[in-house]
C-alpha cells in the first residue's frame, strides 16, 4: 500500500517542509548591510521546494491511476523490525559512547548488529563475540594509540 | 514461528551480555572512581600530564592559528613529556571549537589555542561566553604584523595615500575583509579615526583575500604580513603599513599606521584557556611549559620565520591585557 | 626544466625517500578504500610525524598519501556500492553494476589506469604549465564562480535517475541541508533552532557517509531473512583489450580535462569532479540510457577525474601558495613548517624542494597502479567476508571518520541521521546523488552570490556581463535547452514506457 501512494505522501511531507522552511527564514535577521540577507537564498529554495512537491504529488496521482489500470503490484513487504532495531543500536551505541567509551560500546555494537544482520545458519556466538572484540581493541588501538584520534575513552579512560 | 524463536534468543543474548558488561563495566567504573577521589588527586598533581594533551585549535589545518599551535605544540611535548595533539575543530568563527572546550571534562587534556576572535564573537552577539568563561593559561605569542597590503601596480604608495583618496571619493576604495572577523574590526577603526568611507567587501578567509588581490577585485588586503612575505618579496604585493603601536625589530622597514597620521593599533593574541573547573596546579604546570618553550631559542628562531612575536604572558597578566583589549574593541563596535 | 626535475628525482630516488612514499602510497589506499577515513584524515594524521624529517622527505610522504587517498576509493565503490571517499561516488555508478554482472576484474582494471593516466597527465601539465594556469584561477571571482555552480547544478538533471523532478527535489534538499548553521559571511545561524552544536552546519563527510554506507546496512538488515543473491565474482577477467581501451580515448581525456580545471578553481574541490565528469560523459554519449548499468565509461570518466583533479588541485598551490581544498591547506601548513614560505617565488627559491615534490607525485603514481594491480584479487577477496561481519565494521570505521572530522560526537549523530534520511530517500525512490551535489554546491552558490552583491555594491548586471561569467550561463542555457528538446523528441517516440519511467 505504501509502494502505491508513495510519492503522493512524500510530495505532501516536503511541501510542509517547504513552507516550514519558509516561515522560519521570517526569524533571520539582517546583520550586515548588502543587498541581500541571510534569508534570501532559504526563502528562494524553500519556494522551489513547494513548487517541485507540487509535481511529485500530481504525478503521483497520475502514478495511481495508470496503476489502477495495470495490474496488481506483488511486492514482498520487507521486513521492518531488524531496520528499526538497527537504527535502535546505532542510537544506544552514540548516546553510550561519552560514558561507557568507544571501545566498550564498539564491541557490544558490533555483536548485536553482527547478529542482527546474521542468518540462523551463519549465528555462531562465539565466533562473533571473538570478531567484536578483536576489532574494537584493533580499531581502538590504531585510531586512539598510534593516530592520536582522541575517540571517548569513557570510563576507561 | 522460528523468527520468533530466535528472537526471544537474541533477546536473552541482550539480556546476558549487557548484565556481564553492565557488571564488568560498574567495577571498572567503581575502580576508576575510587581513583578518581583517592590517592589519585594528590598523585594527578605530579603526575600531570600522564596521557597526550588535545590542543583544540579552532580552525582549519594550514592557517596561522593551526600553525602556530602546532609549531609550539612540537616544542611543548618536549616540555611536558607528552605528545601535544593538535585537533581542528572548524566552524562558525572558532565558536564551535571554543564551546567544545567549555563542555570538556576539566582535567587539563582539553586545551584551547585561539586568538583574539574569540572576543569578536561575544561583541557580536554570537556566542554567550568570551575570554572570561576560560581559566587562561597565558599568552605565548603576539602577531604585530597586521597590515594593508595592495598589489604592486596600484596607485596608492603609502597609507597616507590611500587615506586621502578615500576621502575625496567615499565607498570607492574596496577592501576586502571577513565579516565579523578581526580584519572587520581594524577596518572599522580607521574608518572611525580618519572619518573616510570604504567599500568593504567579504572575501573570506586568508588564502581567499590573496586571490582576490591577485585577481584585482579588490585593492586592498589587510592581512598578517607573516603570510605573505614571499608575495612582497616577489614584487607581487606591496605592504602600507602595520598596526602596530611602535616600528617591529622583526620588520624595521616597515612603517606603521601611527607614523603615517592614522591613530590605529592591533596586536593579534594567542593564548592557552583552560575549561574554568580545571585545577590550578595543572594550569600552572601547562603555562610554566609554555613559559620555557616561549624563551627557547630554537623555538624563537622557529617562529621569526613567520613574523610573529612568542612573548609569554601570565595567566593574571594575560587576563589584564585581554581585558582591556576587549573593551577598546567594545567600544569600537558600539558606535557603528 | 629538465634538469631541475632530473635533480628532483635524484633528490627523492633515496632508499628512506622511496620506502616513504610506498608506504605513503599504502595507508593513502587504506585509507581511502575504507568508507568513512579519507585522505585528508591521513594526511592530517601523518602531519605530524613529517616534522621531524627533511622537507623533500616529509613531503613526499604526504605526496603518497594524497595519491592513494583519492585513488583508494575505488575499491569499495566497485565492489561494496560504497563510495570511499567523495571523490569517487560516481564511480559506483557503473562499477557496482559492473562487479555485479561478474566483471569485477574488468571494473578494476578500468578504474585503476584511469586513475593511473588521470593523475599522470595532471601532474604532466602540473610541471610544464601550472604558473599560466595559476594566474588564470585567480581571475575567477564571485561572479564566474556563480555561473559555474549555476552550469553544475544543472547537471542535476542528467543524474536523477528515473524522475527529473525528484532529483531536483533532491537536490533543493541538499542546498537546503548545507544552508543548517551561520550563513555565509555575516555568521547569522539559521535553521539551528537554538542547539549551539549546530552552528557550524553538516561537514559533507558524515552526510555522505550516511547517505550512501548507514543506508546500505539498514536496506541489508531487512533483507536478512532473504538469501541474497551474491554476484560471482571469480571467473572474472582483468584484461582489457587495446580496443576497449582505445574505445575511452576521448571519454578520458575529457574526463581528466574537467577534473583538472575544477581542481585548479581553488574551493571547489575534487569531490565534485567526478560528478561533473560522469554527467558530462552521459550527456555526450550515443547511449545515455546504458549509464547506470555497469557500463566502462561511466568507471572511466569518474576515476580519471578525480585523479586528474590532484594536479589540479596543486597548480595554485605550487605556484601562488594558494591552497584549493582542505588537503591542499594541510599540505600548504606543511611547507611552511618545514620552513618555506608558499608564494609565487616558492619554485624559485626552494626549486628542489618543489620538483622534488613533482618527482615524488610521479613515482607514488605508478606505486599507486602497482598496488591496486597487485592487490584487485585481494581486495575481491574480501568479498568473502560474509557480509553481517563485513558491514557492521565499516558501520564502526564510519563511526570513527566522522568522530575524525571535527573530534566530535555530533558527527556521529549527523552520521546516523543522514544514514535515516538515505534509508527513506531509497524507500521512496529519491535519487541520492543530487543530495550530495546540492549540499556541496549550494553555499558556493550562495556565498558567491552574496560576495558578488557586495563587490558590485547591489548591481546584479556583472552576473551577466562578465565574459568568463557569462560564456557559463550561455553553456547552462544551451544544455538546458538541448536537454528539453532531446526529452521532448524522446517522448514522442515512445509513449506508454515513457509514461512509466517519468512518474515513477
Known sequence: MLQRYSDIYSGIFLLLLGIGMYLTTFSFKELTSSKIGPAFMPQIISIFICIVSVFIIVNGFKRLKFLNESKEEQVEKPAYFPVVLSLVLMIGYLILMPSLGFLMTTTLYLFFQMYLLANKSTRKIPVLIIISIVSSVVIYYIFHSLFYVMLPSGILG | MKGKISRSILIIAMLLLSVILGACSEKEASNQSAGKEGPKQTSEKSSYPSKPIQVIVPAGAGGDTDLNARLLGKYLEKELGQPIVISNVNGAGGSVGAKQVLDSNPDGYNVLFFHNSLLLNKILGLVDYSYDSFKLAGISLLDQGNTFIVNSKSKFKDLKDMIAYAKKNPGKVTIATEVGGFTHLQLKALEKDQGIKLNIVDVGSASEKITALMGNRVDIVPTSLGLVTDYIKSKKFRTLGIMAKDRVDLMPDVPTFIEQGANVSFEKFFFYGFPKETPDDVVEKFSKAVEKVVNNKEYIEEAKKSLVTPTYMNPQEAFDYIKETDEYYKELNSDQ | ?504
Request: proline share 5%.
Open chain 3, 1 to 504: 626544466m629538465l634538469e631541475m626535475l632530473i635533480a628532483g628525482f635524484t633528490a627523492v630516488l633515496t632508499f628512506k625517500i622511496i620506502l616513504l612514499i610506498v608506504l605513503g602510497v599504502i595507508l593513502g589506499l587504506i585509507f581511502g578504500s575504507i568508507p568513512g577515513l579519507t585522505a585528508t584524515m591521513a594526511i592530517a594524521i601523518c602531519l605530524p610525524i613529517t616534522y621531524g624529517m627533511e622537507p623533500a622527505a616529509g613531503m613526499s610522504l604526504l605526496m603518497g598519501l594524497y595519491i592513494g587517498g583519492v585513488s583508494g576509493g575505488l575499491i569499495p565503490a566497485i565492489l561494496l556500492k560504497l563510495p570511499g571517499t567523495p571523490s569517487s561516488i560516481a564511480t559506483t555508478f557503473d562499477g557496482y553494476p559492473m562487479a555485479q554482472k561478474g566483471l569485477a576484474g574488468k571494473a578494476f582494471s578500468y578504474a585503476i589506469l584511469a586513475s593511473f593516466f588521470g593523475g599522470l597527465l595532471s601532474i604532466i601539465v602540473l610541471i610544464l604549465i601550472s604558473p599560466p594556469l595559476g594566474n588564470l584561477a585567480v581571475q575567477f571571482g564571485p561572479f564566474e564562480y556563480f555561473a559555474i555552480v549555476i552550469f553544475s547544478l544543472t547537471l542535476i538533471a542528467s543524474l536523477s535517475g528515473d524522475s527529473i523532478s525528484k532529483g531536483i527535489m533532491a537536490g533543493l534538499l541538499g542546498i537546503g541541508f548545507a544552508m543548517v548553521g551561520s550563513a555565509p559571511i555575516d555568521a547569522f545561524p539559521r535553521f539551528t533552532f537554538g542547539f549551539s552544536s549546530l552552528d557550524a552546519g553538516f561537514n559533507l563527510l558524515p552526510v555522505l557517509i550516511g547517505l550512501f554506507a548507514i543506508s546500505e546496512i539498514l536496506l541489508t538488515a531487512e533483507q536478512k531473512m532473504k538469501t541474497k543473491l551474491k554476484a560471482d565474482y571469480s571467473n572474472s577477467g582483468y584484461r582489457l583489450t587495446i580496443k576497449e581501451l582505445a574505445g575511452q580515448g576521448w571519454n578520458f581525456l575529457r574526463s581528466s580535462l574537467i577534473g583538472l580545471g575544477i581542481g585548479i578553481l581553488p574551493g571547489i574541490g575534487g569531490g565534485t569532479s567526478n560528478l561533473v565528469a560522469y554527467a558530462a560523459a552521459k550527456n555526450q554519449s550515443k547511449n545515455p540510457e546504458k549509464f547506470g548499468t555497469g557500463i566502462p565509461d561511466g568507471v572511466v570518466a569518474s576515476e580519471s577525474s578525480n585523479n586528474a583533479a590532484i594536479g589540479g588541485a596543486l597548480v595554485p598551490l605550487v605556484s601562488l601558495g594558494i591552497p584549493g581544498d582542505t588537503v591542499t591547506a594541510m599540505l600548504l601548513g606543511g611547507l611552511v613548517l618545514h620552513g618555506l614560505q608558499p608564494g609565487p617565488m616558492l619554485i624559485q627559491t626552494h626549486g628542489d624542494i618543489v620538483y622534488g615534490i613533482f618527482a615524488a607525485l610521479l613515482i607514488a603514481n605508478v606505486f599507486m597502479l602497482a598496488f591496486l594491480y597487485l592487490g584487485m584479487r585481494g581486495f575481491i577477496k574480501l568479498l568473502s567476508i560474509p557480509q553481517h561481519i563485513l558491514l557492521p565494521i565499516i558501520i564502526t570505521l564510519c563511526v570513527v571518520g566522522a568522530y575524525g572530522v571535527n573530534n566530535r560526537l555530533f558527527d556521529v549523530g549527523a552520521l546516523l541521521f543522514f544514514g535515516v534520511i538515505g534509508y527513506l530517500m531509497m524507500k521512496f525512490n529519491f535519487p541520492l546523488t543530487p543530495l550530495v551535489l546540492g549540499f556541496i554546491l549550494g553555499p558556493l552558490l550562495e556565498t558567491n552570490l552574496r560576495r558578488g552583491l557586495m563587490l558590485s555594491q547591489g548591481d546584479f548586471t556583472p552576473f551577466l556581463t562578465e565574459p568568463i561569467a557569462a560564456a557559463f550561463l550561455l553553456l547552462t542555457f544551451f544544455s538546458l535547452f538541448f536537454k528539453f528538446w532531446k526529452n521532448r523528441k524522446n517522448r514522442k517516440d515512445l509513449n506508454v514506457t515513457d509514461h512509466n519511467n517519468v512518474t515513477s
